[in-house]
């Protein structure tokens, strides 16, 4: 058993931060100031955190110095873009702000826009295209109906323009039971990742705070 | 006019992005990459201005003494503490031994990892109290949870250790996983493609506004 | 800070809270369809790449080698490959702008990866490569090749698949968006989500308790808000209708300026506008878990009859309908949002999937942007049902007429090769 | 094969035996009542099946799936010199399942003299690279900085940023992780763009994250990926694996323990299964149990 020791640098804030993790903690028994002090802890020090990397990654080395050292003086576009969002706490230069966010919602629009065509459209459409019977390789060749089965008749559910009578309600119905199966999968990867994650909060606790094992 | 000039320019900015994908040529991938590069730094400025809202919003709050004051006052003098460490660091702010990394493994990252697991407990309870299988789809939804839970984890693998190959529970969850569940969110991944498709399309087009105006009715 | 079921984005606590001022645009609508066309046939016309053969000088075997311009680039590329003679281990590559003139090295390439792409060349300008080996027997002599000339494509060809697909899908949402204006009658089939939003509401009426209704815990950037907000106008107006209480909380100003907005619509178009109560509308805090907590304490203590959760939702859907299952109310949920789905479906009584959260709100606002959008999807599924069908027979005969001799899938049929993504 | 029967047949009598306890009312009622359980004492139970198997491991095997085996095999595959673009996209919220992988990959990266351009699209992330790089990189292989690997640290932009890589990686990040300019770093003047790349090991907990780097530079920079992600984003991504844009997955914190087994390392993921075993038992017992207490209180008559 050797704990963190408070007198270092070092071990003072593995302390601070088990305190503060079973302030959280506390939560579970019922709201309590703790809590809400380490909420809001944690509110100001993660806003001040962005800020700071925000202006050491991208504002000063991309936009500040270059354009004091003269070169990209193009990007003082954007440097003035970037002010212009801040028109919005002084009365009436509001609508300044509206050019910096021409050209945020204008890119993203783009990028997006072709992003999601290529890659979760053709490309995913591109994949769908399985042959049905394969000589020699009957497993797969069942799979690869199930699978067109199933999105084929998930399709189907997603399909608002006609009513959901004979056999368009049979495919939907089909189609449901294959979206309840992917559901069921993704509570299954749900509750893991979060079990995971308290397994991490108490292998700090027990490790780098109270040293009873090595992880 | 204030509106109609932005609103033109959102709509070439998009224009630009979206055949940037298709035209190679330097007369549209020039401007292309012009707005890749300015808008990182546009976006840095937005997140900034998160910042700033949080000062407005709760300094109001501790100006008028409203609910919770005093937590409004730890949460802006923490803010600034960053920020001023932050700066006063320089440009090696982040290298292990500055006070700032000291801060952010004492609190950003202990705080911000124990809200997340949280949820561990929330989702027992949650299981306990809010699962009901009260149809088909919800038994269909509970017995591919229940595979999936017990083939991910090494008990699952302990139990079926002799069974017949194929039929393993680790094989049964992948076979669910890569298989009908996959089948599924491929349906649901080209109707998202979609939705975003159309969407900003109406952006480029200029006809995604009159909903945004606040106070505008549809 | 914000987490999120499988999206945490960093962008987070009040960050996103920026309005989006940007009006409808009566006048023009660009010709997108007409410009892509225009492009594609530009791309026919353009000249075919100039390939240079090698000519060597000297009697040892010197690499034999060809330059050809990269395609689909933006005419800086230019593609170098040679077959070199047994015992040439590394080629040093130089580039120069006349064949005797000064040649600069680009750089010493192992020999058997047989090419070297030169990604920084002057655009339209000739340029001549001179390759020279090294192998355990010294230099080969050096072979100059060139005149080539980079030149920069108008359309990439390899994404001819891409503006197929998006070309059919934006002419359906135009067409519809135009029809739809004109005032043509869309048919949008009624989602059942709707008449399980509606009993929710009569339930709450019969208890006497109020229905409570989350737009979602987005801003008004992420369309399933608006989609939400849609659905609050007609649950506000059989709401108005049965003289029930509502309760809405909101966590971005925009969206609760909004919400405001269309529960005052639904008292009014519900000819109740004296009952309509301001204060119904709440604006709570854009901090996440803050906001959780407090529609908690709500669900706790007025102790709504019925929940209704439709929006964008991340982590807090579980914490949400677990409280509002413990009061015995009834709840209806709906996201887009795949990864919230699983929690929703086990402990609402109705959820609406995905996409049907758009459908709802077409259906109920029949607003021509709304319907566009859904109908174009729509006419856009049937094309890729149709595809596909098409394909894996297509697959299916092609697999059987040269069946795959190693492992599956490395062989495919011309049909689906053209839609290989580049 | 007997195994598989005998569990099958321990299935069959419980359900036998609830089937006929529960016609019991007074068993029907107590299950019933079972309901209105204070869920504190759920909460409790949490706490105990994941402190438990901490303090007592039992050190139950792992099996590596398909998916992790083709992870593996990806970087496996690499030659010494080459060059690898590691992206690590979260943030401590996910860091009990990512830091491990995060880890393991660098290790695996430095057995095969492989060269590292590590960067962050996720504010949070630097801290977590630099402290993976140096303890593992740097303490345990020797790799110089600047020569063997670089961090280049946190970019705005999300996808903005994966398109500007693609088309220059020095462009983008005009200096590292701290603050010294990228033209002094050796193995900068190597890496051009995404093309001169010949692996991305995207480690990625949502947004900005896998999807976003297939989605924008595998097909159009015909980048190879392999990703490691958080075991909620995990499902999404197995479509991309179907098609070939992702060549390799490692989901959650099971994927992080399957990767340390295959590289014969017992680290933090590793550890950790037992406890996650434990605590998926008891959701699968609260979810039979809670539905019990709802059929006894139906046939009670009870709403």
């Known amino acids: 058993m050797h704990p963190a020791n408070p007198l270092t640098f070092e071990g003072l804030g593995v302390w601070i931060a088990s305190l503060l993790t079973l302030f959280i903690f506390s939560f579970l028994y019922k709201d309590n100031p703790f809590y809400k002090l380490a909420e809001h802890l944690f509110v100001g020090i993660s806003a001040g955190y962005y800020v700071m990397q925000e202006w050491w990654a991208v504002i000063y080395p991309q936009c500040v110095k270059p354009v004091a050292h003269g070169e990209h003086l193009l990007m003082i576009i954007p440097g003035v873009l970037g002010l212009f969002l801040f028109s919005r706490f002084i009365p009436k230069a509001g609508w300044l702000s509206r050019w910096s966010l021409a050209i945020i919602i204008g890119a993203y629009a783009g990028i997006k826009t072709t992003g999601f065509a290529q890659g979760d459209l053709v490309a995913q459409f591109q994949a769908s295209i399985l042959p049905l019977y394969v000589p020699g390789h009957l497993g797969a060749s069942i799979n690869n109906v199930l699978f067109l089965a199933g999105l084929l008749s998930t399709l189907v559910f997603f399909f608002f323009s006609t009513e959901h009578k004979g056999a368009i309600k049979g495919t939907a119905q089909l189609g449901v039971w294959f979206l309840m199966v992917s559901f069921g999968a993704a509570y299954g990867f749900t509750v893991m990742a979060r079990v995971s994650l308290l397994i991490g909060r108490f292998q700090y606790l027990l490790d780098p705070w109270l040293g009873v094992t090595r992880f | 006019m204030q509106r109609q000039i932005p609103l033109i320019l959102t709509g070439v900015i998009g224009f630009v992005m979206l055949l940037y994908f298709f035209v190679p040529h330097p007369f549209i991938s020039g401007p292309g990459h012009f707005f890749e590069d300015a808008v990182i730094i546009v976006v840095a400025f937005a997140i900034v201005l998160g910042a700033a809202n949080l000062l407005t919003f709760n300094g109001e709050i501790i100006a008028r003494r409203g609910k919770d004051w005093p937590y409004k006052v730890v949460l802006l003098v923490s803010m600034f503490a960053m920020i001023a460490i932050g700066l006063v660091e320089g440009e090696r702010y982040l290298e292990p031994e500055t006070v700032f990394s000291w801060m952010y493994n004492t609190f950003y990252a202990s705080m911000q990892a124990t809200m997340f697991a949280l949820l561990a407990f929330f989702i027992a309870s949650a299981a306990f109290r809010a699962f009901r299988i009260r149809n088909l789809e919800a038994g269909l939804l509970a017995v591919a949870a229940l595979f999936v839970m017990l083939g991910r984890v090494p008990i699952g693998n302990v139990i079926s250790a002799h069974w017949p190959n194929g039929i393993q529970l680790p094989q049964i969850s992948d076979w669910i996983m890569e298989n009908p569940q996959n089948s599924a969110k491929r349906a649901i991944l080209m109707g998202a493609a979609l939705g975003v498709m159309s969407t900003g399309l109406r952006i480029i087009m200029g006809i995604e506004g009159s909903f945004a105006r606040s106070g505008g009715n549809s | 800070m914000r987490p999120r079921a499988s999206r945490p984005s960093p962008l987070r606590s009040g960050t996103t809270g920026l309005p989006h001022p940007v009006p409808r645009l009566r006048a023009t609508s660009f010709a997108v369809l007409g410009f892509l066309a225009l492009v594609a046939g530009v791309a026919r016309a353009q000249t075919p790449p100039a390939t240079a053969r090698a000519t060597t000088t000297s009697s040892l075997p010197a690499l034999s080698a060809a330059a050809a311009d990269v395609q689909n680039d933006n005419g800086q590329a230019l593609h170098v490959q040679w077959t070199a003679p047994a015992g040439v281990e590394q080629v040093i590559v130089e580039r120069g702008s006349t064949p005797a003139g000064p040649f600069t090295v680009l750089d010493t390439v192992s020999a058997e990866g047989g090419s070297f792409d030169d990604n920084d060349v002057p655009r339209g300008k000739p340029v001549f490569y001179r390759l020279t080996g090294l192998g355990a027997h010294g230099p080969t002599p050096p072979a100059v090749i060139g005149p080539v000339v980079a030149v920069a494509q108008w359309f990439n060809t390899g994404r001819t698949n891409v503006a197929f697909f998006s070309v059919i899908f934006f002419a359906f949402v135009l067409f519809f968006l135009w029809s739809s204006r004109g005032g043509r009658k869309l048919f949008v089939r009624r989602i059942a989500g709707i008449d399980a939003i509606e009993e929710a509401v009569g339930r709450a009426t019969e208890m006497g308790r109020p229905v409570l209704f989350v737009p979602g815990v987005q801003d008004i950037d992420d369309i399933q808000t608006m989609a939400a907000l849609v659905i609050l106008e007609s649950v506000a107006r059989t709401a108005a209708q049965y003289e029930t209480k509502m309760i809405v909380p909101t966590n971005y100003p925009v969206p609760f300026t909004l919400a405001q907005e269309m529960v005052k619509n639904g008292f009014l178009e519900a000819g109740r506008p004296e009952s309509y109560d301001p204060n119904s509308v709440r604006y709570i805090t854009s901090e996440q878990f803050a906001y959780v907590a407090a529609i908690n304490g709500i669900i706790l203590r007025d102790r709504p009859a019925a929940n209704l959760y439709l929006g964008a939702f991340f982590a807090e859907s579980l914490i949400l309908a677990e409280t509002g299952f413990s009061t015995g109310a009834i709840q209806v949920a709906g996201t887009a949002n795949v990864h919230q789905l699983p929690f929703m479906v086990v402990a609402c009584d109705y959820t609406l999937i995905g996409e049907e959260l758009y459908a709802a709100s077409a259906y109920l606002s029949r607003e021509p942007r709304l319907l566009s959008t859904l109908k174009g999807s729509d006419y856009m599924k049937v094309v890729i049902i149709l595809l596909l069908l098409i394909g894996s027979v297509i697959e299916t005969s092609f697999v059987l007429k040269n069946p795959p001799t190693q492992s599956l899938g490395q062989v495919s049929s011309p049909f689906k090769s053209w839609f290989r993504t580049e | ?303």
């Open chain 4, 1 to 303: 094969m007997t195994s598989l029967l005998v569990f099958l047949a321990i299935l069959a009598a419980v359900a036998l035996v609830v089937a006929f306890l529960i016609r019991i009312p007074s068993v029907a009622t107590t299950l019933a009542r079972m309901r209105r359980l204070d869920r504190r004492w759920i909460f409790l139970a949490v706490w105990v099946l994941v402190m438990v198997p901490l303090l007592f491991p039992l050190k139950l095997p792992v099996a590596p799936t398909a998916r992790a085996m083709q992870y593996y095999e990806q970087i496996d595959r690499l030659k010494a010199g080459d060059i690898v673009l590691l992206s690590a996209d979260f943030d401590p919220a996910a860091g009990p399942e990512l830091v491990p992988m995060l880890k393991t990959s660098i290790m695996q990266l430095c057995r095969k003299k492989v060269r590292i351009v590590g960067d962050c699209l996720w504010p949070g992330g630097p801290p977590l690279l630099e402290q993976a790089f140096s303890e593992v990189a740097r303490d345990t292989f020797h790799y110089r900085y600047g020569e063997d690997y670089v961090n280049l640290g946190f970019k705005e932009g999300r996808e903005a940023v994966m398109l500007a890589m693609g088309n220059s990686i020095p462009g983008t990040f005009p200096s590292d992780f701290r603050g010294t300019p990228v033209s002094k770093l050796p193995l900068m003047g190597k890496v051009t763009n995404l093309r001169s790349v010949k692996l991305l090991v995207n480690v990625s907990a949502g947004y900005p994250g896998t999807k976003e780097w297939v989605q924008q530079t595998q097909s159009r920079f015909n980048l190879k990926i392999i990703s490691g992600c958080t075991a909620v984003s995990a499902p999404e991504y197995y479509a991309y694996l179907q098609s070939g844009q992702l060549l390799g997955l490692l989901g959650g914190m099971a994927g992080a323990a399957e990767y340390e087994k295959m590289a014969g390392v017992t680290g933090a993921a590793t550890k950790g299964m037992d406890a996650q075993s434990s605590v998926h038992l008891l959701v699968m017992l609260c979810i039979l149990l809670g539905n019990l207490a709802h059929w006894a209180a139906r046939r009670l008559g009870e709403r």
